[in-house]
């Protein structure tokens, strides 16, 4: 018996595995969390740069990978490329990468993601970042991104 696949046919537990290994890289499961956390799921490579203990570098080379998988893409707000302080491009998930966080079970997380997001100190220039205006995500990728935000409890 062969180990390799007829031609044209994938294994599918392989590319499940190989799926497993590329999102449980520490610096890249950051980095999915951070986005997946993020109000719009789009985020500055400042924002990362910020949140994440590596340099950016690092960073980069892990967006660049997940980006070579067809998990996250660049989306560029054409306005804010021309202003300084301003972040014109982003990191967010494609389609294709919805798909897959969701067959790993990482858009059950999103919820949490999101109160850890929130609840975390940043600086003025991430602020000023994280209130951006950004590019529109693709409207399959928003809807399966979407949960029910918990209500505001009132203040005494």
Excluded: C
Excluded at 34 to 63: F, R, V
Excluded at 81 to 92: A, E, I, N, V, Y
Excluded at 97 to 106: A, D, Q, R, T
Excluded at 128 to 147: C, D, I, K, S
């Amino acid at each position: 018996m062969s180990d390799t696949a007829p031609e044209g046919f994938e294994d599918p537990f392989a590319e499940q595995q190989r799926m497993r290994e590329l999102l449980s890289q520490e610096t890249r499961h950051l980095v999915l969390q951070l986005i997946l956390g993020h109000p719009a799921h789009l985020t500055s490579l400042a924002e990362l740069d910020y949140m994440i203990p590596k340099n950016e570098a690092a960073i980069l080379d892990q967006l660049e990978t997940l980006q070579e998988a067809g998990i996250l893409d660049v989306y560029v707000h054409e306005p804010s490329t021309s202003t300084r302080d301003l972040p014109s491009k982003f990191w967010g998930p494609t389609e294709r990468g919805v798909e897959i966080l969701y067959e790993h079970n990482f858009l059950r997380g999103v919820p949490i993601a999101r109160a850890v997001y929130e609840e975390t100190q940043k600086s003025e220039r991430v602020q000023r970042h994280e209130a951006a205006p950004r590019p529109t995500l693709p409207e399959a990728v928003t809807e399966a991104l979407e949960f029910d935000e918990p209500e505001e409890a009132e203040a005494p």
